[in-house]
C-alpha cells in the first residue's frame, strides 16, 4: 500500500496559510510630521508561532498648519460589529445636524462590521466629512473610504487625505477669493447656468432703501455666487455700492435640492437650493396697503396680482452666514426679487415675489393708501 506524505516545505506552507487565516487585526493609528497614518496591524493567532506583526498603510491624514476648532485627524466614532456605535469625541458628534449623525451611522453600518471614523473636513456649522476604515469588510480586507458631504463616496478623494494604491483623477480644490469692500463691478451674469435673486428692502417713511443682488451660476460641479450690496436714500435715487463679493465652491445634488459648499476665504458656507413654483407679480406690480388683523404689523398685496408663473430655487444657508437671509429666492435670468417694507413685518415671504425686468432695473414700488 501506497502512502502519500506531504513534503515538509508542503507542510510549512500549509500551516502559514492557516496562520494567515487565523489572524486578529485591528486599526492603529499615530501622528508624525504633520500627519495621521492610520494602518491595520495583523498578529497570528498560532501558538507555535511567533511573527512579527503585519501592518499595512491605510490612509494618511494631512493635519492643518494652524490650530483649527474642527478635530481633524481624530478619532470620532467606533462600531462594532453592526450592533453599537459608540461616540469618542461627544463635545464634537453633539455639533453635528441630526441628519448628518444620522446618515454617517448608517453609512457605518452598511460600511463593514467593524469601523472606526475619522474626521476629515468640518466644511460648515453642524456638518463634517470623515474617513472611514476598517479592517475587515465584507469581503475580507482591510479598506478605507470617504463619507462627504453626507454620503458614502466610494472611490473618491480628498485633499486632505492619501490613500495609497489608489489613482484617482482628483481636481484641484478651488482657491476661495478674499471677502473685500468691492465697487459692484463683477459680472452679473457668469458663464453656465445662470439663477439671480434680488432682496429690496425700502420704508413707506422717509430713509433709506437698500438691495442685495445675488447671482448664482453653475458649470458642470463649480458653483460661483456674486453678492452686490448696494444703498439709496430714496428707492428712485442713485445707488451707492456698499460692497461686492465673490465666493466660489462645488455644487452636487442631494434628493431634490441642489448642495452648494461656497468659500469667501474666511469660511465655507453652505447654501441648499430647492425648487418650488411659484405665482410671482409682474415686474410692473406696485405693493398696495391692507388691512391687518395683526398688531404692529402693515400688511400689503401686489396690485396687479401674481400671475407670472415661475420655477424658483428657494435656498437656506449655513446658520449665522453673513451673506444671506432666509429664505433667498433665485430664479432664471432674468431672476426675480423679493420686495418688502421696514414697517411690514408680517405674511409668506413667498407673497412678495415680484418678476425682475429684463433689463435688471427696480421698477417703482409704489404705495397706495
Not at 455700492?241 to 452648494?260: D, I, N, P
Not at 449665522?320 to 408680517?346: I, K, M, Q, R, Y
Request: some cysteine.
Amino acid at each position: 500500500m501506497l502512502v502519500a506524505c506531504a513534503s515538509p516545505a508542503r507542510h510549512a506552507a500549509t500551516q502559514r496559510e492557516t496562520c494567515d487565516d487565523a489572524e486578529q487585526q485591528r486599526i492603529v493609528h499615530r501622528t508624525e510630521q504633520g500627519q495621521v497614518v492610520i494602518e491595520v496591524e495583523g498578529t497570528s493567532l498560532c501558538q507555535d508561532s511567533h511573527p512579527a506583526p503585519r501592518v499595512t498603510q491605510l490612509a494618511q491624514i494631512q493635519l492643518p498648519a494652524s490650530p483649527s476648532s474642527c478635530p481633524i485627524g481624530k478619532l470620532a466614532m467606533r462600531s462594532w460589529d453592526r450592533r453599537e456605535v459608540k461616540e469618542i469625541l461627544p463635545a464634537f458628534t453633539a455639533t453635528l445636524s441630526r441628519e448628518s449623525s444620522a446618515e454617517l451611522h448608517d453609512a457605518m453600518m452598511r460600511f463593514a462590521p467593524i469601523v472606526e471614523a475619522f474626521v476629515i473636513d468640518c466644511p460648515s456649522s453642524g456638518n463634517a466629512d470623515w474617513l472611514l476604515v476598517t479592517p475587515r469588510s465584507d469581503a475580507g480586507e482591510a479598506r478605507a473610504e470617504l463619507f462627504i458631504r453626507n454620503e458614502l463616496a466610494v472611490g473618491q478623494q480628498h485633499p486632505a487625505v492619501r490613500l495609497p494604491g489608489r489613482v484617482v483623477a482628483t481636481p484641484p480644490p478651488t482657491q476661495p477669493t478674499q471677502r473685500k469692500q468691492g465697487d459692484c463691478t463683477e459680472a452679473i451674469e457668469q458663464k453656465g447656468e445662470g439663477f439671480v435673486g434680488r432682496r429690496i428692502s425700502t420704508s413707506t417713511m422717509a430713509g433709506p432703501s437698500r438691495q442685495k443682488t445675488y447671482a448664482l451660476a453653475r458649470a458642470g460641479d463649480k458653483a460661483t455666487l456674486v453678492i452686490h450690496e448696494k444703498s439709496a436714500k430714496k428707492l428712485d435715487a442713485t445707488w451707492r455700492c456698499e460692497q461686492s463679493t465673490m465666493l466660489q465652491g462645488t455644487v452636487s445634488k442631494r434628493g431634490g435640492a441642489l448642495l452648494l459648499h461656497l468659500s469667501d476665504g474666511s469660511g465655507t458656507f453652505e447654501l441648499t437650493c430647492t425648487q418650488r413654483h411659484r405665482t410671482v407679480a409682474p415686474a410692473t406690480a406696485i405693493r398696495v396697503s391692507v388691512p391687518s388683523t395683526n398688531e404692529g404689523c402693515q400688511a400689503h398685496r401686489w396690485k396687479p396680482a401674481p400671475n407670472v408663473a415661475r420655477s424658483v430655487l428657494e435656498c437656506t444657508t449655513t446658520p449665522g452666514a453673513w451673506w444671506s437671509e432666509d429664505p433667498l429666492f433665485l430664479a432664471n435670468v432674468p431672476g426675480v426679487e423679493h420686495v418688502t417694507f421696514d414697517e411690514d413685518d408680517c405674511g409668506d415671504p413667498a407673497a412678495a415675489l415680484r418678476a425682475m425686468p429684463s433689463d435688471g432695473r427696480i421698477a417703482p414700488v409704489q404705495v397706495l393708501h
